[in-house]
């Protein structure tokens, strides 16, 4: 009787444990899933544009808020009533209390750092020393530095006042982190490539000369005409060779159609 009575308390606790526990992991899933959002964003806004409290504003109010509205940019009701409008899983099914409280309950950091390892600091090392000395003659752009981006998502839970003692002071908080490499060749768009690749191609030191080269290539085009296409230091990203090509219906955008640099 005893045996049964004990393992009865065990089985009803584990029981009622868990709905706690399928409570506990769905909140944990979405601080993963904010880890994540951290990271990625962080790649493509620096925290001088977009800082850490924007981005942690953003996230309570996308992921950890009742959202049922498109996401917009100014995602950031952190602190308004949109917080109160939460899943109702997130709720102690006993007293209907919210498992997290409140806004700031929910933090975010992120970190941008160089590549870890020695071969990445040399490799590092010498794209700044090219930057420095062959972009400061051609005029490009230099490359992105950075390379690791990381996040940390805390999301600290209320107590349960519904549950025994002491499983009514836990007092746990969920911690999640994500990391995330990139590459610092990506660029936005034609122009960034183009400038991007001007670093490293000391022809296009010539482009600041280019207005006495074309009187040069207006005479040597007298004696062989294909000297006017003669454009030392220019870079056309979107041409590609006719040869690669085998629909002729874009020959046209990319035989010279898209813009130089």
Partial sequence: ???FLVFVGVAISLFLGILYLGKFHDIQAHTIQAARYAAWERTVHDNANFSDTKLEGQIRARIFSWNQNTYKAA???SNGQ???RQT????????KQRLIDKPQDVTVATAAAPLPGKAAA????SIGTLDKTVGKLTGGEALNQGGLYTSTVNVKLNN??????PLNQLNLTLKETSSLVTDSWDADGPRQTAMRTRAYTPASALQNISSLLSVVDGFLAILEPSFSQFKPGQICPDIVPADRLSSPSVLPVYKGGGPCY
């Fill in 122 to 125: 040399a490799i590092a090392n």
């Fill in 75 to 77: 995602d950031m009701k």
């Fill in 1 to 3: 009787m005893m045996e």
């Fill in 88 to 95: 109702a899983f997130w709720t102690d099914h006993v007293d």
């Fill in 82 to 84: 949109s917080w109160g």
């Fill in 160 to 165: 349960i006042a519904a549950l025994p003692d």
